[in-house]
């Protein structure tokens, strides 16, 4: 499970936002190969980024994911390079991903950025562990970000004509969730659940030939959607549920981080439901399964 390219981008802001601070604050550029060697960072890694890169760490983390880090005559997989064994191209991708999780580690740890990088860390499966600088899969078979690409699939799949709306609030979510901005990421994934609804619902509506009136409101298309057979009472009941727990405001003794992440995995997991259920929904002419 490799890191995303939007940690990769997140861990190059948390470096340059340390280096900036250290020198607002000490008036001098830190160390960083004092500050990585003194973390078991190897010294060819150590030599090579301070002379080759200058810490210019998007090329560092780019060629790192790349497999390019290592060949700085450009005999790329071979016995030239600088960790001073052979590496085949699969060895040098391994190894870029070793060193860009321990990269990850640190810059989880950095004043002032770390914490963007942590939650975006959260979205790939990570936590990190700060006292060893190492990441752990989060408990679970999948991830934020695995979930999130499995229902934007769906969604562009299924042709709903708002699919552009559901995928943009479901973009804004997340990018507001890995800032800290818990409560406007929490009214982006309400706003992506409500969107999904009106979809299936209008969609329904047009095509389905059902008697039964489509009304204006989230609750009342709900009610639409069960009364048409669509959803489940079971499944209603769920929905409202987790509708409610997006639409409440705050929730007395539940930490606003926390419920920033529990807004994105009902809303990423409902999202999936509404949409598998919708592809055979409309494969059977927007009418009741058989």
Known sequence: MPVSQRSIVKIVHSFREFQAEQVRVYKSEPSFTEMLYERDFPGWFLTHARTEYRWNWMRILMDLRNGQFYFPSGSYFSDRNITGKYLSHNDALILGETLIRALAAVAATLDPAGEFVKRSLELDGFAVNEEKLTLVPLEGPVSAQQEEDRLSALVKNTGLPNREIILKHMADGNGLYTEGKNHASVNEFRNMVQALIDGISEETDK????????????????????????????????????????????????????????????????????????????????????
């Open 207 to 290: 095509h389905g030939g059902h008697s039964t009136g489509l009304g204006s409101r989230t609750k009342n298309r709900v009610d639409y959607l069960e009364n048409v057979n669509f959803l489940t009472p079971d499944e209603k009941a769920a929905l409202a549920s987790a509708w409610g727990l997006l639409s409440a405001g705050s929730h007395p003794g539940l930490p606003d981080r926390e419920l920033a992440r529990i807004s994105l995995v009902l809303a990423l997991e409902f999202g999936q439901l509404l949409m598998l259920k919708f592809t055979n929904w409309k494969s059977n002419g927007h009418r009741a399964f058989s």
